[in-house]
């Protein structure tokens, strides 16, 4: 079973930092593209940045040039927030596509991380 554990997160000021990361783990994986998502109550969940096994990105109209996202490893994403503001204010989501040998390629969500950006 593949499973995926976020970290970071938490209580900041207004154009303050924070670091989101993901870890994959599990036997026999692979791990491709990995993202990270957010969801406001009562909104969709909307892409704030993406990452592929290559390492090309894609980031929402409204993070670019605050956010950035990176692979530490073939398994970990890891999402740099700075110059945070109040609407970045969310619970993140990291998601992966996954492949193992008896599953084949599926898609796999974190548990979710709460970021306040408030003074």
């Known amino acids: 079973q593949v499973q995926l554990v976020s970290s970071g997160g938490g209580l900041v000021q207004p154009g303050g930092s924070l670091r989101l990361s993901c870890a994959a783990s599990?036997?026999?994986?692979?791990?491709?593209?990995m993202g990270w998502y957010r969801q406001l109550p009562g909104k969709e969940r909307e892409l704030v940045a993406a990452?592929?096994?290559?390492?090309?990105t894609n980031y929402a109209d409204s993070v670019k040039g605050r956010f950035t996202i990176s692979r530490a490893d073939a398994n970990t994403a890891v999402l740099q927030m700075n110059s945070l503001k109040p609407e970045d204010t969310a619970v993140y989501y990291c998601n992966a596509d996954a492949w193992t040998p008896g599953q084949g390629n599926f898609e796999i969500w974190g548990q979710g991380t709460l970021v306040t950006v408030s003074s």
């Open positions: 990452i592929t096994r290559e390492g090309s």
């Open positions: 599990g036997k026999l994986f692979s791990v491709n593209d």
